[in-house]
Every structure is written in C-alpha cells, then in structure tokens.
C-alpha cells in the first residue's frame, strides 16, 4: 500500500498505511490466529502483483487512494483468491 491524497477522500493520506513492517506484522498476527484454529480460520493470500509488480502497485486505477481497490483491483483480488475460497470445507450447523 503507497497511500496518497486523492480528490474526494474521506482523509489525508496516512503514511502508517504503507509501513511494509507494519502489514507485514498484521499478517503474521493473522497467520498466528490460524495455527491456533486450523480448522475454523483460514489466510489467503492476496495478489503478489500488489507487491511484484511496478505497474499495478503504483497504479491508482487498482488503488484509487494507494489503499482502497477500484474496479480493476477489486478484480485482481477475486480472480486470485476465488479458488482458495472456494476449497474452504463448509460445515453444516447443528
């Protein structure tokens, strides 16, 4: 996340949104989360693109704040993670 001051935002940019530590200690303490219950909570990951790639990293189209997704990276995310959702078991309720 690179976030910057776009038209319309609710708020400025907050540089803390694109500390790379400070998502990266977030995940961990999600991944944490799902070794204590590997059977109720499930991590998927997200697009590597947001990270590997100077196109779409950079690109307020898929970002339009560096932060919140458009369109195209709203797009981006489902086709990366729609098939690790979708092996998810489904438990039925009692």
Request: glycine share 8%; proline share 7%.
């Amino acid at each position: 996340m690179r976030p910057v001051d776009s038209k319309g935002g609710p708020v400025p940019a907050l540089k803390e949104r694109g500390d790379d530590l400070r998502t990266g200690h977030l995940n961990e303490l999600i991944k944490n989360v799902v070794d204590e219950y590997p059977s109720q909570v499930y991590f998927i990951e997200g697009p590597r693109e947001w990270c590997n790639s100077a196109k779409i990293s950079s690109s307020l189209s898929y970002r339009w704040d560096g932060v919140h997704v458009y369109k195209p990276g709203a797009k981006l995310i489902l086709e990366t993670i729609a098939d690790d959702l979708l092996a998810i078991p489904v438990r039925s309720r009692k």
